[in-house]
């Protein structure tokens, strides 16, 4: 019989030290704050976790099909669920992470609220943990990584959005700073070395300028059906400004004599 979570449930982890250090300095780093400038370790946690479950799903997938596929193996579905659990049991273990002598509390919001049914559902049956011996393994996971790829699994939804603006050309709008923007989104940028950020370049229409998006303060963006196709001169100043390391949202103006939009 499985127990589902109430709203208004919250679910206590115990996690390392170590943990609890990089979740609180994410949050305050990405805008997960509250009115007294603490982080906002609910907010943060209900944004991160079914992110965090999505890529083990997705690993999980990636499994099957190469045991189903790639291996012809007849007992797959056997041996996929062996890898599963040892996965969790090897990589993830608590022993590399300290003592676990920190607590943190997480209640489901309504947005997410369904993921952490999932969990207690589906994917405990699957690893053989419990609930908080397995959000502490997603957590376990997360704070291996370095600073840039955390970002992007924090903000996963907002950067394949933006990806996909980049790839077809499509206009994306956001809100940046509280300012509302009208972008030809060119690359988004991943600093894996010293400053550990991810951000978008990109040319606004409305203020005709390129400059640098950083992605945690990247707001409610969408794309329109229309498309810009920038003029070759723009795309060869975009491409400058890209392989000149402007990182720190200084702006280019740029004076176009003509737009093509589609």
């Known amino acids: 019989m499985y127990t589902y979570i109430m709203l208004s449930d919250k679910i206590k982890v115990r996690i390392s030290p170590f943990i609890a250090l990089i979740i609180d300095n994410d949050a305050q780093s990405w805008g997960f704050v509250k009115g007294d400038d603490s982080s ?3 907010a943060f946690l209900n944004k991160l976790i079914p992110n965090m479950v999505a890529l083990r799903k997705e690993r999980r997938e990636e499994i099957r099909e190469l045991l189903e596929n790639d291996y012809q193996r007849d007992d797959a579905e056997k041996v996929y669920e062996c890898v599963n659990t040892v996965i ?7 022993e590399e992470l300290d003592n676990l002598t920190e607590d943190v509390w997480i209640r489901p919001d309504r947005e997410h609220l369904s993921i952490f049914d999932e969990i ?4 405990l049956a699957v690893t053989m943990l419990d609930m908080s011996a397995y959000i502490r393994g997603l957590l376990n996971e997360y704070v291996r990584l370095p600073q840039y790829k955390r970002q992007q699994i924090l903000f996963r939804e907002e950067k394949d959005l933006i990806n996909e603006a980049c790839v077809t050309e499509r206009i994306l709008r956001f809100f940046y700073d509280g300012e509302r923007y009208k972008v030809y989104a060119y690359w988004m940028m991943y600093q894996y070395s010293l400053k550990q950020q991810c951000y978008l370049v990109a040319y606004d229409l409305e203020r005709r300028e390129i400059r640098s998006f950083f992605l945690e303060k990247i707001k409610e963006p969408y794309m329109l059906k229309k498309k810009f196709i920038p003029p070759q001169p723009l795309e060869e100043l975009l491409t400058e400004y890209c392989e000149s390391g402007e990182y720190n949202e200084d702006t280019v103006l740029i004076i176009e004599e003509k737009s093509d939009e589609k």
Do not use: A, L
Not at 120 to 123: K, P
């Open 40 to 42: 906002n370790k609910n």
């Open 88 to 94: 969790d049991q090897v990589y993830f273990r608590d």
């Open 120 to 123: 207690e559902t589906e994917e």
